[in-house]
């Protein structure tokens, strides 16, 4: 449900993609979520591209984090069991508070598509310095799922009864 009446509320989105193989040319996943977040009216604050690292993956979290411009952040890739994998561990020490309902939800969401392997994925949210953070698989495909079926309504002051811009204090300044 949504409230027609309110104004729109363009928050400050950076997105964030861990990989060690992506570049800009070839970052799909970043490019549909920069892509998405601007057609529904939001600023793509900043988009950076860093190795599956733990400690790099949370070090640009972190001054995002800092920043009272950012909003939101979030970030694809490395949410996977294998290798490499680190952003939730690079994510999680940040969090202030947890939404374990984003995963669940997505989790939910993503078995219609590629069912039971949809357990094997480490997508998460939660709050920061009063900043909301994404962390989503590296597939483009499960990006497009989770803004489109459950980032984008939340990030919507107009939806009802309740959304994610409407619990950031700072905002209420704007």
């Known amino acids: 449900m949504s409230d027609s009446a309110r104004e729109f509320l363009p928050l400050n989105i950076a997105v964030l993609t861990a990989s060690d193989s992506r570049t800009d040319a070839d970052d ?8 998405r977040l601007t057609t529904a009216g939001h600023r793509a604050l900043d988009k950076r591209i860093v190795p599956d690292d733990v400690y790099r993956i949370r070090a640009v979290v972190s001054s995002w984090i800092a920043d009272p411009k950012t909003d939101v952040v979030i970030t694809t890739g490395g949410t996977g069991v294998t290798g490499r994998d680190g952003t939730p561990e690079a994510v999680t020490p940040l969090l202030d508070k947890v939404l374990d309902g984003f995963g669940e939800m997505f989790r939910m969401i993503s078995f219609d598509d590629i069912g039971s392997s949809t357990l094997q994925s ?3 949210a939660g709050v920061a310095n ?6 989503l698989p590296g597939s483009t495909s499960a990006c497009a799922t989770a803004w489109d079926r459950l980032i984008s ?8 009864p309740c959304n994610l811009p409407m619990l950031i204090p700072r905002l209420k300044e704007r």
């Open 130 to 135: 009063g900043t909301y953070l994404f962390v």
């Open 122 to 124: 480490r997508a998460l």
């Open 153 to 160: 309504s939340q990030l919507d002051n107009r939806t009802l």
């Open 28 to 35: 799909t996943s970043g490019h549909l979520l920069v892509e």
